[in-house]
Nanobody
Framework: EVQLAESGGGLVQTGESLRLSCVAS????????IGWFRQAPGKEREGVSC????????HYEDSVKGRATIFTDNDKNLVHLQVNNLKPEDTGVYYC???????????????????WGKGTLVTVSS
């Protein structure tokens, strides 16, 4: 059974940085992608970033482009999302998700994935 676990959320101030981590277990090959999504209070969940584990290619939504970096450790089952220059609008529950195959981007937006973690809360104070 594939399981995902996020960590690294917390309370930060505007302009600070945060690194979120996602550990994937139960996956025995590299043909999958890990994505980060977030849901702000009262809003729908939206994509943030995605990485194809097989070749390391990445995707970033416009909301974080230039401020975020998604990467893996030598252990490809550990994926990090570094977000710099955080803004209050970055507040929300951040979820990591997995999908078999590459990231699916439709109309420039990251598509929903197959397996989800429980999320970690990020709060950016102004």
């Amino acid at each position: 059974e594939v399981q995902l676990a996020e960590s690294g959320g917390g309370l930060v101030q505007t302009g600070e940085s945060l690194r979120l981590s996602c550990v994937a277990s139960g996956i025995t090959h590299d043909y999958y992608s890990i994505g980060w999504f977030r849901q702000a209070p009262g809003k729908e969940r939206e994509g943030v970033s995605c990485i194809n584990i097989e070749d390391g290619s990445t995707h970033y939504e416009d909301s974080v482009k230039g401020r975020a970096t998604i990467f893996t450790d030598n252990d490809k089952n550990l994926v990090h999302l570094q977000v710099n220059n955080l803004k209050p609008e970055d507040t929300g529950v951040y979820y990591c998700a997995a999908e078999w195959g590459p990231c699916t981007v439709i109309g420039g937006e990251l598509y929903e994935m197959d397996v989800w973690g429980k999320g970690t809360l990020v709060t950016v104070s102004s």
